[in-house]
């Protein structure tokens, strides 16, 4: 399996513009995280899907952030609009509900807001 | 107070040392994770614990529930150990991260 894969692994944009950021899980695993990480807050939980349905996204910082999956093996976080205090790196992982239940985690994408 | 303490913040330490890191935490929890994360940014679990002690290769992870209280232990230390070591609880529906211990390894 190739792991978790997200894309882009960098993205660079304009304050006001619209980031979408896509992660597809390992094949079978049914729980899939959003991250995000900078240097002031360190790694914090955004939102989690169970079976392709968000769970808890009490970490989602305010509207402007959105998460969705639409099926087992796409998800994507969007920032409409983008500002640059959103700059940091979001990390997007899954793993399945029986057995050792430790997450696998993307490469991460690195997003800057100018 | 953070939930979640990691201790020490930094660690140097030479190659062959035995390494420890302190992890407490202040709330109920059902699960703590180990994760690693390498200076190019990669994220990889090492452990996931509930109760006692996990072994795998030259990492040891223990729990106490009662303490509320987690160490991670490498033994033999090696210079490709060099990273960020954070430990996450998992509470309910949430995760609290420490905010991690930057361990160095020189040979």
């Known amino acids: 399996d190739a792991g978790v894969i997200q894309s882009p692994r960098h993205e660079v944009t304009e304050m006001g513009q619209e980031v979408t950021l896509r992660c597809k899980p390992i094949?079978?695993?049914?729980?899939l995280f959003w991250y995000r990480q900078t240097m002031m807050r360190g790694l914090e939980l955004l939102i989690y899907f169970n079976n392709n349905v968000p769970i808890d996204d009490s970490g989602m910082p305010e509207d402007r952030f959105s998460a969705k999956m639409p099926n087992a093996s796409f998800s994507t976080l969007k920032i409409q609009p983008s500002e640059p205090r959103d700059s940091a790196v979001y990390f997007c992982?899954?793993?399945?509900?029986?057995?050792?239940?430790?997450?696998?985690f993307g490469p991460g994408t690195r997003l800057t807001v100018l | 107070k953070n939930e979640v303490e990691q201790s020490p913040q930094n660690l140097t330490a030479q190659e062959g040392e035995f390494i420890t890191i302190n992890c407490s935490y202040s709330?109920?929890?059902?699960?703590l994770h180990w994760l690693q994360q390498h200076p190019g940014g990669g994220i990889v679990s090492l452990f996931m614990?509930?109760?006692g002690k996990k072994k795998h290769g030259r990492l040891i992870a223990t729990i106490n529930i009662q303490e509320k209280h987690s160490s991670l232990h490498i033994t033999a230390s090696h210079p490709r150990d060099s990273a960020v070591y954070i430990c996450a609880v998992r509470s309910d529906n949430d995760m609290r991260f420490g905010a991690g211990t930057r361990l160095t390894v020189k040979p």
């Open positions: 614990l509930s109760s």
């Open positions: 094949s079978g695993h049914d729980y």
């Open positions: 709330v109920g929890i059902s699960a």
């Open positions: 992982a899954s793993k399945t509900s029986g057995g050792a239940g430790e997450q696998f």
